[in-house]
């Protein structure tokens, strides 16, 4: 069985672990698919992608299974999440995390990742590591404290309560809750209108904000320049500027 499944259609890389029996728990052979396939989705006729869980949730994790009794390197083990995370960050264009049932441990870092965290009403989340004794990783010591503030960071990984998704809709940490019955189809408008945009420009703005994880006010203002000489080369620019003299929808396409 492929631990993890592909499907590209209309612009839109869906990618779903498959470990359902272990609520898609992590192991070394889905973190280097995974790996690949968001190198893959650099191509230009990926617009979105949409990653997603397959049974009944999102991801649990690392394998607790795949190492037990074993004493591992964490420095080479967590070279296989850095390139994950780091693909998720640095790949111009949306991802959007698609929750349903428990998002934990590297599973709400992955997911902590993407751009955009849409939650099914049933979804539950956990950073989960202190409870088996470990420190968040997978970047989550990044994302989190930049998503919800310092203090609650701190509360959320060293408590690892389970948040249920209207709490986690009012720290910030998902972007929309939406019923069971829904979800899919909302997960797929969302991916649709996104793909249907200026995909390029999405990829610059993406860029812009990262940086300004790290950027002073003049550092932005500078880059931010430089990223408008490209956006405003686009042919996504152009027609955006035509559709709006001819009162007619634009017709973007990524370019
Ligand atoms: O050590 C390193 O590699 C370092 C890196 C660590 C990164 C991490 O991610 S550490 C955190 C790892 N994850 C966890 O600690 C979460 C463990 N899982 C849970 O807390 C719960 O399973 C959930 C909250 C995710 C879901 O609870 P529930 O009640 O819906 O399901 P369940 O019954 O607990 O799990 C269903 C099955 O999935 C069960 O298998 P079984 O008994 O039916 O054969 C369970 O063992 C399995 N499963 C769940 N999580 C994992 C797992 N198997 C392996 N690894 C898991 N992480």
Do not use: W
């Not at 986690?168 to 649709?192: D, H, I, Q, W, Y």
């Amino acid at each position: 069985m492929d631990v993890l499944l592909r499907e590209a259609k209309d612009g839109i890389l869906t990618l779903t672990m498959n470990r359902p029996e272990a609520i898609n728990a992590l192991t070394t052979e889905m973190l280097r698919e995974l790996g690949k396939a968001i190198k893959e989705a650099s191509a230009p006729e990926v617009r979105v992608v949409v990653l997603q869980g397959a049974g009944r949730g999102f991801c649990s994790g690392q394998d607790l299974r795949e190492f037990e009794g074993q004493r591992i390197s964490y420095k080479n083990h967590l070279r296989n999440y850095r390139s994950v995370v780091e693909g998720l960050a640095g790949l111009e264009k949306p991802v959007i995390a698609a929750i349903h049932g428990a998002a934990a441990g590297a599973g709400l870092s992955l997911a902590l990742a993407c751009d955009l965290r849409i939650a099914s009403a049933d979804a539950v989340l956990t950073t989960g590591f202190s409870k088996i004794g470990l420190i968040p990783d997978a970047g989550m010591n990044y994302h989190l404290p930049r998503m919800v503030g310092y203090a609650r960071a701190f509360e959320l990984e060293v408590l690892s309560g389970r948040i249920k998704a209207e709490e986690a809709l009012s720290l910030g940490l998902v972007n929309k809750v939406v019923p069971v019955e829904s979800f899919a189809e909302e997960v797929a408008r969302l991916a649709g209108e996104l793909a249907q945009g200026p995909t390029k420009t999405y990829g610059l703005i993406k860029r812009a904000l990262r940086r300004s994880a790290s950027a002073s006010l003049e550092e932005m203002l500078e880059y931010e320049a430089l990223l408008q000489e490209v956006a405003g080369r686009s042919e996504d620019h152009q027609e955006g500027v035509r559709a709006f003299y001819e009162k007619r929808p634009p017709h973007f396409q990524g370019k």
